[in-house]
């Protein structure tokens, strides 16, 4: 089997999690979707019957871990081939080589880690060879391959979606590098179960995160060979990061309440550092993206509907870009929320229709607004009497659209707040309009 790839160097110099990765698919932790026994990943690497693929899920799941595998499993020529590092040139001077190959009977198989980083011309220089058989081609990426790599190169790959690792098993592969004697010959290591876990909460699904943290732990506790991990130790290697912050725990709850709370009460400044304590402590930026938008609705509304529009604008670039280039946007919305003109009223207007609608769950549809699709419906009186606004002087008419048992019930109560103002005084209008046509009807 002929490799020609850094993946080999295995000495002690290197970051742990380069140390400790899986030469197996034994060993791998994790995606048991696609490598547990039956699977078609697993499969496909055993019976060395590989297909051009992609590899897509977030840092530290395996991406390049299941290269590795597929390096020592192959009976092909592997080449491992980076985005950061390579262009045109190289890629021509591989695929030449490959063509070569081929015509001895040696398959290539082409590793292309951030294959997202190659622009278009580069993704194109591979297409010819993928589709000829030449190179077996298997890339990996942090992005969704349908916005970053070009369609036609993508429909002739297999994608398979890495998901990030869960805290048992970034716990367990704490564990196994602290008994194998790739980890740390020669050391004691004494490591406390809740410090591994906190470890593994803090790295949030990276494996690489887990295990670089593990090793600076190590180093840093290391008395005359012997080690102990524990919640101190943790403290001075992240430089006092909230190690006890647990996404799924109280204190998760406690800062997205303060965070909110803060916004509520126009405290930009407040706001701004819980949003902080949430994302330096490793929160998920989307969760905390998504509770800005619905602070957008709840707590602004109509008094300034530009929040919602910023607000998802914020998740958007959140889900675009990630840590830690999205703290900016998140500042963005969490600061225009707080400053904008407050209400509650589409909350309370949503609330008092919930309780309505529960009560009055089999009330008829009125007839004169139940649509009309059939002739039967047309002589059971379905649509008689439908006021069409459009056909109307100021496009609205008097007809009555709740249930007969719910008529003249009002669920939004506009502000005075902000733009909501003019909304309040614009539904009045309205209102008026309405009663004084009907009293005329």
């Not at 897509?56 to 871990?65: A, D, I, L």
């Not at 190289?90 to 695929?95: L, N, Q, T």
């Not at 001075?236 to 709850?253: A, I, M, T």
């Not at 997205?256 to 930026?285: C, F, T």
């Amino acid at each position: 089997m002929l490799q020609e790839s850094l993946f080999d160097d295995r000495s002690t110099s290197t970051p742990l999690a380069d140390r400790m990765r899986p030469l197996t698919l034994d060993d791998y932790a994790g995606q048991e979707h696609l490598v547990g026994e039956g699977r078609v990943l697993r499969l496909m690497i055993e019976r060395d019957e590989l297909q051009s693929m992609i590899f897509w899920g977030p840092p530290g799941v395996g991406k390049t871990t299941l290269a590795r595998i597929i390096a020592n499993s192959t009976h092909s020529r592997f080449v491992n081939f980076s985005a950061v590092t390579s262009g045109i040139k190289e890629i021509k001077a591989v695929m030449s080589e490959a063509e070569n190959n081929r015509a001895l009977g040696v398959r290539t198989i082409l590793f292309v880690d951030e294959i997202h980083r190659f622009n278009k011309a580069q993704q194109d220089a591979f297409l010819p060879y993928v589709e000829k058989g030449s190179i077996v081609m298997i890339g990996a990426t942090t992005e969704n391959p349908s916005f970053e790599i070009n369609s036609a190169l993508l429909s002739r790959c297999k994608v398979f979606v890495l998901n990030a690792l869960s805290t048992e098993d970034l716990v367990k592969l704490q564990k196994r590098a602290l008994s194998d004697e790739r980890g740390f010959p020669g050391r004691e290591i004494e490591a406390e179960d809740s410090a591994l876990e906190k470890i593994a909460v803090y790295a949030d699904g990276d494996a690489r995160v887990a295990l670089n943290t593990l090793e600076m732990c190590v180093l840093s506790a290391d008395q005359d060979g012997h080690s102990l991990i524990n919640d101190d130790v943790l403290t001075q290697v992240l430089s006092g990061r909230s190690l006890l912050y647990d996404k799924n725990g109280e204190e998760h709850y406690n800062i997205i309440s303060a965070l909110h709370k803060s916004m509520r009460n126009s405290d930009a400044d407040a706001a701004v550092y819980w949003l902080a304590r949430m994302l330096e402590a490793g929160e998920d930026p989307l969760y905390v993206a998504r509770r800005v938008v619905r602070f957008a609705s709840e707590d602004i509304g109509m008094a300034d509907s530009r929040a919602l529009g910023i607000a998802i604008d914020a998740y958007q670039a959140c889900h675009y870009i990630g840590m830690p280039e999205c703290t900016v946007h998140l500042t963005h919305a969490v600061v225009f929320c707080a400053l904008a003109p407050k209400s509650n009223s589409l909350y309370t207007a949503y609330t008092k229709a919930a309780q309505d609608a529960r009560n009055t769950i089999n009330e008829p549809v009125p007839l004169q607004i139940r649509n009309a699709p059939t002739r039967l419906m047309e002589e059971l009186g379905y649509g008689k009497d439908y006021q069409y606004a459009h056909d109307f002087e100021g496009h609205i008419t008097p007809m009555d659209c709740l249930p007969p048992s719910l008529a003249g019930t009002h669920y939004y109560e506009p502000s005075e707040q902000g733009v909501e103002k003019r909304v309040k005084e614009h539904k009045e209008a309205i209102e008026a309009w309405k009663k004084a046509h009907r009293n005329k009807q």
